[in-house]
């Protein structure tokens, strides 16, 4: 079994989709977009909101940053709490915790939204080490917030080459496992989260689990796997 467990939170633990798009949907309009299809956004769900706005809105830096601002405005009264449980994680995270496995939460969400969503579905009390970004944009990149992780639960003192038996990075999109094998960790996909077909696995994921339950299992036996 793995020693140390970060996990994503969007996509992965909870499902965000209504208060994610809905605020996207508010932005957009805000900078005189129309979107009337939430589905067309969710590819928003997961990645930094500024490289979002960017890449499928065609918004200079400065523009980007604005729509931020209005994505917040309609986010943080209403669309945190526009959000899901994915069944079977507060018990999966209870047995992981019990079986004496450090858990974390890597999220490129902002920290204070990602307590927030934490506290709110009563599961931040498995988590020894909680990271996101800041909202100035500082740790904005996977990577960092990974990075950041690691040094709170000690990984980053532990040789990369030791540190794919011992750690797992669980997520739901491409950035995760990124930012699994930027530090050597194990990278484990989820299938029911928002990535697109075959994304996963065309990273580089070093497994891809369908189930809440078929995660908990890949984490627990983790030995027979390698």
Not at 105 to 128: D, N, Y
Not at 197 to 206: H, K, N, S, V
């Amino acid at each position: 079994m793995f020693q140390y467990c970060l996990f994503d939170l969007d996509g992965t633990l909870t499902d965000p989709k209504e208060g994610i798009t809905k605020s996207v949907q508010y932005a957009l309009h805000k900078s005189g977009i129309e979107e009337p299809d939430l589905d067309k956004l969710e590819p928003f769900i997961g990645p930094p909101l500024k490289d979002s706005f960017m890449e499928f809105y065609g918004m200079e830096p400065e523009e980007a940053l604005q729509a931020i601002a209005w994505y917040r405005e309609r986010f943080a009264p209403i669309g945190v709490f526009e959000n899901q449980i994915f069944p079977g994680v507060s018990q999966m995270l209870e047995t992981l915790k019990k079986k004496g496995i450090r858990l974390a939460v890597a999220s490129s969400k902002p920290i204070g939204f990602v307590r927030q969503i934490l506290a709110h579905f009563e599961i931040e009390k498995f988590f020894q080490v909680v990271v996101g970004s800041e909202l100035d944009g500082t740790r904005g990149t996977k990577e960092e917030v990974v990075e950041e992780a690691l040094q709170q639960l000690g990984v980053l003192s532990i040789p990369q080459e030791e540190r794919k038996i011992l750690c797992a990075m669980v997520g739901d999109r491409k950035f995760d496992i990124q930012g699994a094998k930027a530090h050597g960790l194990t990278g484990v996909g989820v299938s029911f989260g928002y990535a697109g077909e075959g994304e996963l696995e065309a990273e580089g994921a070093d497994f891809v689990v369908n189930t809440v339950e078929e995660l908990e299992a890949l984490l627990l036996d983790s030995e027979e796997r390698f």
